[in-house]
């Protein structure tokens, strides 16, 4: 499950946001994270200025997004590792198949929330 979301932020950041990425399948996490934001891109257009970003649980070091190419960019308030992928590093859009993976047995749920 892949869940993007970009709106009003209070923390300067123009970014889309990965709030959700989960893989029970037999696939690299880091691979459908890549087709994840592909998908993303064709869905929305070009990244925002500051790309993409995600927080990371203290429990985790995020090794599937530091694969799929995203970077450290700070610490949340409470102590979440947040990374990064500048848009200029986004892959190329990728349209989702109709049948098989990415339609089945991915969700890809992007959301933009707006006054």
Known sequence: MWVTWHGIRDDGWDAWECTIFRN???YLSSHLVVMALGITRHLWGEPTKDGIITYVGKH????CFHAAGL???GYSK???LLLQLHADRF???M???ENGLLRHE???INLTLRE
């Open 71 to 73: 970077h450290k960019a």
């Open 60 to 63: 985790l070091r995020g090794g």
């Open 78 to 80: 409470n102590g979440k």
């Open 24 to 26: 029970e399948g037999d």
């Open 91 to 93: 892959p190329p859009m």
């Open 106 to 108: 991915a969700i890809v």
């Open 95 to 97: 349209q989702p198949a």
